[in-house]
């Protein structure tokens, strides 16, 4: 059962740009939605997350928009560099009743050209 | 601090073998975790562990065993390796104040292959 679906699969940009990942999900029970980043050869690293009575959340060139009645949420990269050329999952999770058990979504390669 | 200590980084095995992974934090945190990693699939949690003697399977926790004798490690076991557990592994730590919220901490992850 795939609960979270995430896309594009893969992103190509150019330095500058205005990247944007989309996540859907199915799971009602979802109370937190976080972003994860991650590096090659690296484990994944918290970049930004939100709760559903907020519709967006900036931390600086990131930003989540949260559509709970659409069930979806995504993140926008603003002003996108070639440092930002990374893996990008969405992982969501019903905080309260799933102690820590993150469903993650398929991931997303973003390229930054310069 | 170090934060989540992963090795090996790298294996080979073959079909049958055991081995184990091990996976040490220095961060005291309460909650540890082991996720697989593999290609289009995104991140699938194997084993998790709230403390100390507790621990509790996740999405995929076939062909592995977990235990959590002290707070720091986290060893994760594969009894007869399959080709099909060729992966990725991470282990994750966090504490309990941080978990609810989805923030963990990842080591730098463990890449195995079975022959």
């Known amino acids: 059962q795939q609960q979270v679906k995430q896309s594009p699969q893969s992103l190509i940009v150019q330095k500058g740009g205005i990247s944007i990942i989309n996540c859907a999900y199915e799971?009602?029970?979802?109370?937190?939605f976080p972003w994860y980043q991650q590096f090659p050869g690296k484990g994944p690293a918290l970049l930004i997350a939100?709760?559903?009575?907020?519709s967006e959340k900036k931390e600086g060139r990131f930003t989540i928009s949260f559509n709970k009645s659409a069930k979806q949420f995504s993140l926008h990269i603003m002003d996108s560099q070639p440092g930002d050329s990374a893996t990008y999952f969405c992982?969501?999770?019903?905080?309260?009743?799933?102690?820590?058990?993150?469903?993650f979504g398929q991931g997303t390669i973003l390229t930054v050209h310069p | 601090n170090a934060g989540v200590t992963q090795t090996p980084k790298f294996q080979v095995l073959k079909t049958g073998q055991s081995m184990t992974l091990q996976c040490a934090q220095d961060?005291?945190?309460?909650?540890m975790s082991w996720y697989r990693q593999d290609p289009g699939m995104g991140l699938r949690l194997i084993h998790y562990?709230?403390?100390?003697?507790?621990?509790d399977q996740g999405e995929v926790p076939n062909g592995y065993n977990v235990s959590r004798s002290t707070t720091e490690d986290f060893p994760l076991r594969l009894l007869s390796a399959a080709p099909s557990q060729t992966s990725v592994y991470f282990c994750?730590?966090?504490?309990?104040?941080?978990?609810?919220?989805?923030?963990?901490?990842f080591g730098e992850g463990s890449r195995l292959t079975v022959l």
């Open positions: 994750a730590s966090s504490s309990g104040d941080r978990v609810v919220t989805g923030e963990l901490f």
């Open positions: 799971n009602t029970a979802f109370d937190y």
């Open positions: 939100i709760r559903p009575d907020v």
């Open positions: 992982a969501p999770l019903a905080g309260g009743t799933s102690y820590g058990k993150l469903t």
């Open positions: 961060m005291n945190h309460e909650y």
């Open positions: 562990s709230v403390g100390a003697g507790i621990t």
